[in-house]
């Protein structure tokens, strides 16, 4: 079944929800996509994903370190900095106003359906 989800819109909700998931609790980039994957964003792809963890860490809103793993490479483990925390407050105030804007506007009774020729 194809995902339900626009993928423009998860792209621009995809820093966000990096930041949150990652503020409850330190994660590598698969575990991250799986943790999207288990709140119903199976469309969300590690090719998304990494290249945005690293946006992040440059932009000093998320640190990193390196842990070894009994599966394989070291794995690279993300959490949320102190900038990047309040960023996340700041952008999840932002995403709530915009989500009753755009809640308040879509809520309204659909006019009637255009006929075929307009």
Known sequence: ??????????KGVLTLLLL?????R??????VVQRLHAHGLDSVLEG?????????ERERWLISRLVASDAGPARKYYRVT???YDALIEATGSWL???D???GVLEQ?????PGKGV
């Open 97 to 99: 106003d915009l989500v």
């Open 82 to 84: 102190p900038t990047g």
């Open 20 to 24: 949150r998931l990652l503020a409850e």
């Open 26 to 31: 330190e994660s590598y980039g698969y575990e």
């Open 101 to 103: 804007v755009v809640s």
């Open 48 to 56: 998304t994903v990494y290249p945005a963890l690293a946006r992040l």
């Open 1 to 10: 079944m194809p995902s339900r989800h626009d993928p423009q819109l998860l």
């Open 109 to 113: 009774p659909l006019p009637t359906r």
